[in-house]
């Protein structure tokens, strides 16, 4: 029977998310097929081994999975090759991870660094690898990709902390082309975390300084009228799309609160009420997106649908996206014929094939 290690919590603007989904994750995984080990990481970075799992209610999230900070424990990636090894230093006591399934999100757990810890220890995890992962997160660089690579992406300029402080000027001027209303948001960052619609040029000057607080690079974005259409995308060199699915937030865009807090906050269209032939031709991007950004296993693809027109706009990819009971990913592919339970069952399949694939490597001359 494998032990899953399931890691959640994280040192992110997202540690709250992650909670969340690891409750709905850890819930629907297969007693009968798998042993668990619940590992939560602090927002500080420590790494802890729960030993009785509970999940709770909480006012914002609805459940969560408890994070107990007990024992001090060290992550060992060389004590026992292809499993990932957690030791309390004060009572001896190990245990060790026959896969890994991240339900982490943002800095720190979907930017690649996390996976760089688990490849030094050898270990199989669900989702992409170290390149998929560092490219998905960082907008402007995955922007820059997408775009070189014939898919559409909304015009956008990128500042620097160091640049904004030099000449805040020259980037206000060059964003103010556009026209507004703008988006600025943290390169590096996911649900919409220090995200803001800008309106004026005042506004733009504090929404940079207030974005630049979340990450050291932004991105300040046309903003387009158009529905928010995201797709599904499971598997390894031969991935597969779900059917689309549209977000309809009541907030004025589809912010932090909206996703999870408001639970009025947005509504979900599955299927998306979306011409058929467009429809394709979205799946069919978002399954180019993957393979051109080097992803595996799962992301979710966002999509820009202008309101008046059937063109379309590649927003975003979230390679590790969010799995709370009412998160789109599981959704759309339960709609696609996929069942929760089944869906992490091939999430764990994927990333044992992948495992298998990497270890006949030659890795010494």
């Not at 709609?335 to 089944?342: N, Q």
Request: charge should be negative; aromatic fraction near 8%.
């Amino acid at each position: 029977m494998l032990n899953v290690c399931v890691l959640y919590g994280g040192r992110s603007g997202e540690h709250d998310v992650s909670l969340c989904s690891a409750a709905s994750v850890i819930s629907a995984l297969d007693r009968n097929k798998y042993s668990v080990t619940a590992v939560g990481i602090t927002r500080d970075g420590r790494w802890h081994v729960q030993d009785h799992p509970v999940i709770v209610d909480d006012k914002d999230f609805g459940k969560v999975l408890e994070l107990k900070e007990t024992g001090t424990w060290t992550v060992n990636h060389y004590e026992e090759k292809g499993k990932l090894v957690l030791r309390n230093t004060e009572n001896g006591k190990t245990l060790s991870g026959d896969v890994v399934f991240p339900v982490l999100h943002g800095t720190f757990c979907e930017d690649g660094t996390l996976q760089g810890l688990l490849e030094l220890a050898m270990v199989p995890y669900v989702g992409a690898d170290v390149l998929g992962s560092a490219v998905g997160m960082d907008k402007d660089v995955s922007k820059r990709l997408l775009r070189d690579g014939g898919i559409p992406v909304v015009p956008w300029i990128t500042v620097t902390d160091r640049q904004w402080r030099a000449d805040r000027g020259s980037y206000a001027k060059m964003a103010e082309n556009f026209g507004f209303p703008l988006f600025v948001k943290p390169a590096n960052a996911g649900s919409s975390v220090g995200v803001k619609k800008i309106k004026s040029e005042h506004d733009l000057y504090e929404s940079v300084e207030f974005s630049l607080q979340y990450d050291n690079k932004v991105l300040i974005e046309k903003a387009v009228n158009a529905r928010e259409i995201e797709c599904a995308v499971l598997g390894n060199e031969s991935p597969e799309a779900s059917v689309l699915g549209e977000v309809v937030p009541n907030h004025e865009f589809y912010s932090y609160e909206a996703k999870y807090i408001d639970p009025e906050g947005a509504k979900l269209k599955i299927p998306a009420p979306v011409e058929p032939g467009t429809a394709e031709e979205m799946r069919r991007t978002a399954l180019k997106a993957f393979r051109l950004l080097n992803c595996a296993g799962m992301a979710r693809i966002d999509f820009f649908l202008e309101k008046d027109t059937d063109s379309f706009y590649l927003n975003e990819i979230n390679t590790l996206p969010g799995f709370t009971n009412i998160s789109m990913y599981p959704k759309l592919w339960e709609k696609s014929g996929l069942s929760y339970k089944d869906l992490l069952d091939r999430l764990i399949e994927l990333s044992m094939d992948r495992y298998k694939e990497k270890i006949q490597l030659i890795r010494e001359m």
